[in-house]
């Protein structure tokens, strides 16, 4: 998947190449930046906290422990093309941005 990698605020590298986000049960360190959400279809800039991993082998297991482990991904980690993974990671509320499938490369 074509996702963005975030950059921490004094401009280190986060590894966090997946653009995940650090919700309440994340407890390692985290970065926060200014990221685009949508709410009802309009794009609003906002501060929000991500997830900041020392390595890209971290990043990448946190993730697919992530697409493996929660249910809501499910159609993620069954889809038959890279298209309809892209497409269910959007159905499943990984992003806000209406045309999140759209804009990874698959």
Avoid: C
């Avoid at 200014?34 to 279809?41: A, P, Q």
């Avoid at 990448?60 to 309809?84: C, F, I, M, W």
Wanted: charged share 25%.
């Amino acid at each position: 998947m074509g996702q963005r990698q975030i950059r921490r605020e004094n401009g280190e590298p986060s590894y966090n190449l997946f653009g995940v986000k650090a919700s309440g049960n994340w407890k390692g360190p985290v970065t926060e930046i200014t990221t685009t959400e949508y709410e009802n279809g309009e794009a609003k800039k906002v501060k929000a906290k991500f997830r900041v991993y020392s390595s890209y082998l971290e990043a990448l297991s946190d993730y697919v422990g992530l697409l493996t482990r929660n249910p809501r991904y499910a159609a993620v980690t069954t889809a038959a093309s890279a298209e309809q993974g892209a497409q269910a990671l959007q159905d499943a509320g990984y992003a806000t941005d209406p045309h999140y499938a759209r804009k990874l490369p698959t």
